[in-house]
């Protein structure tokens, strides 16, 4: 019932910038939940930010600073602003979405299809 489509990711040097976004479709209701996680290889996959349905964004340490996280809820939208990119952040970037539903009974968690984000000189 519901997609996530991802777009933005690619090579770019360090200090450079790049923008991700994460278009969801389908049947979304109640209150909703959007977080971008990556992964690299060989390593565990981390979250990076996170926003809810009020725009209150949360972000993971190594991100602070450089990442900004913004949403566009009439269009079920998240975006991903990168700056200031490290070589460590080269990983897969994929978007999540959590629908909370029955005053938080029922979760349901979706995922787009990832995006490559490579940071090399």
């Known amino acids: 019932q519901v997609q996530l489509v991802e777009s933005g990711g690619g090579l770019v040097q360090p200090g450079g910038s790049l923008r991700l976004s994460c278009a969801a479709s389908?049947?979304?209701?109640?209150?909703?939940?959007m977080r971008w996680y990556r992964q690299a290889p060989g390593k565990q996959r981390e979250l990076v930010a996170a926003?809810?349905?009020?725009?209150?964004?949360n972000y993971a340490d190594s991100v602070k600073g450089r990442f900004t996280i913004s949403r566009d809820t009439t269009k079920n939208t998240v975006y991903l602003q990168m700056n200031n990119l490290k070589p460590e952040d080269t990983a897969s970037y994929y978007c999540n979405l959590l629908i909370v539903q029955n005053g938080g009974a029922t979760v349901k968690e979706y995922w787009g299809q990832g995006t490559q984000v490579t940071v090399s000189s």
């Open positions: 926003i809810g349905s009020a725009g209150n964004p």
């Open positions: 389908g049947n979304i209701f109640s209150i909703n939940v």
